[in-house]
């Protein structure tokens, strides 16, 4: 195994958040309590819901299918408690609306379904059957964008990939659950990037992590000390660096074009989480129904990180985790870049929920926003080298289709142009509201 500390090669633009993450990194990930009543949502992932295959009154175990996909972008969901189905329809859920979840009630027992199969030699299945276990699992990505893993590891014939890349950046304030999930299961991380390499038929394997994560980077290289094809690639530290355009261009010195995805450039880039999640499947036959979830933020009394199960409400893990401070202000599911701001705490923790942030009154400072000055420092921060202050101007007339024409649609909503923003314009939530008035047109 090579490790490489060259932390210098990266992209244009992006900004240095204060990382805040000495809250929680030094603080091994402890397992919640099981949830009561586990409130697990049908829309886990991107693309199609999947479809409740249970009814009220029936007895689940943990590991039980309860949501079939309805279409190839989609991910099956599984119990992550064993128990009574009390509920089916539309409840919190941490996009800000209320969608279809189906309500567990534990009956404490925590039992696993019957019939999940073990797999010691799971190197002797083919790609196709490694491939089939990972959909069938309902793993998605877990970086927080939850696109279903299986479709990225589909490619057409014509797009081969030659490159698998781990992103263990986790360039996000606050965040460290991918941290503490590289410092207690590196084996399973690196045996989740053959399983990955194998299904794609690649030789050539990366580690992606922020060079502030020392003790990760020496964790993960001797987790993969005699896989000459894997690489750990210590990057810079700046923010977005764990998006993947982004690590692609640190790691693999290559650009993925406008308008483009990374397979067109023969990468697929993957989660350290998601890697896990398809080591425990593949060997355990276990689905995804938990997850490393950081609980942080000077608004909470006692941060911590957390393996919580899928449907766990967010009150309870900030209960666990000493609960709201007296001056308490803002509940945010993921980081202050990236996030979404809650406005209920009954909302469940789902395959993407990376943390839950609570910042006290005195970090959150709403400034109304002005007009644009033309300084032009969106632009310089804005990792893929859009025009923000222009998209912010159409966008804020309502000019849309003019903000798409000049490439709207490939700005990713990092936040970087915002938190730069002398005038504090709203460029994220603009960008937002217009691809969904995009979305509206085109349906």
Known sequence: MEAT????????GGVHPAGNKQLSAHKPAVAAAIPARAVIPLSQHIGAPTKAVVVIGQEVKKGE???????????????SISGKVVALGNFPHSLGMDLPAVVIESDGKDEWVAGLKENADYALLSPEELKKIVLEAGIVGMGGATFPTHVKLGPPKEKPIDVVILNGAECEPYLTSDHRLMLERPQQIVDGLKILMRILGVKKGYIGIEANKPDAVETMTKAAAGSPEIKVWPVKVKYPQGAEKMLIKAIAHRTVPA?????????????VGTAEAIYTAVRYGRPLVER?????GRGVKEPKNFLARIGTPFLQ?????????????KVIAGGPMMGM???DLTVPVIKGTSGILV??????VVKPYGPCIRCGRCIDACPMMLQPSLLGIYIEKGHYQDAKEFNLMDCFECGSCTYVCPANRPMVQWVKKAKKELAKKKN
């Open 292 to 296: 490393y979830v950081t609980v942080t």
């Open 359 to 364: 910042l006290p009154k005195n970090e959150v």
């Open 259 to 271: 308008g483009a995805l990374p397979m067109d450039v023969g990468v697929v880039v993957q989660n």
């Open 5 to 12: 500390m060259n932390a210098h090669d990266t992209f244009s």
């Open 341 to 343: 701001s809650q406005h």
């Open 65 to 79: 299918k309860i949501g079939e996909t309805t279409g190839f972008v989609s991910a099956p969901v599984h119990a």
């Open 317 to 329: 893990l900030i209960e666990e985790a000493g609960g709201l401070t007296e001056d308490a202000a």
